[in-house]
């Protein structure tokens, strides 16, 4: 099933509409560095789930979470007036934990990294535990094979003549 282009395009105003409003700011002093990553709106346009980011720490983001729960009528109504939709979607704050997510992929690619460096490491001074190759077989001679008669064969038995 294909995403609905119209809900697709409507998130993408929603998204720059309510990113505009932010950086022209909120009278909450709560709101700290708030970035909207995305907007997904319902098939039927009538639910938009806006998810943001916040720089600072845990208390911030919980400032941040109320001041955009606070500002939410009001956020809706400058939506609503800067749409082309009969009705205007609610809206629901949603926090984006694309950066803690980004962080524990990194700290797992460098945990990766560093066993691949470990493997290569031992596997530079290691050694076969037996003979380099102990499926090498002593060669027979064919009957092709031109013999001197002082040619000796340990490893099988003489020679058809």
Do not use: C, W
Request: net charge negative; hydrophobic share 40%.
């Amino acid at each position: 099933m294909g995403e609905n282009p119209r809900a697709a395009k409507m998130a993408d105003r929603i998204k720059e509409i309510v990113a505009k409003r932010l950086e022209r700011g909120l009278r909450d002093p709560r709101l700290g560095f708030v970035t909207i990553t995305d907007v997904r709106v319902t098939g039927d346009l009538q639910h938009a789930s806006v998810f943001y980011t916040v720089y600072g720490t845990d208390e911030e983001r919980a400032d941040s979470a109320a001041a955009l729960k606070a500002a939410t009528g009001m956020l809706r109504s400058e939506v609503g007036r800067n749409i082309t939709a009969r009705l205007t979607p609610s809206l629901e704050f949603i926090l984006d934990a694309l950066p803690e997510n980004a962080a524990a992929i990194t700290a797992l690619l460098a945990q990766a990294h560093d066993r691949d460096e470990a493997a290569h490491a031992l596997a530079a001074g290691a050694q076969y535990a037996g003979d380099e190759d102990p499926y090498v077989k002593p060669r027979v001679p064919d009957e092709d094979d031109e013999l001197d008669e002082d040619d000796e064969f340990d490893d099988g038995p003489p020679p058809r003549a």
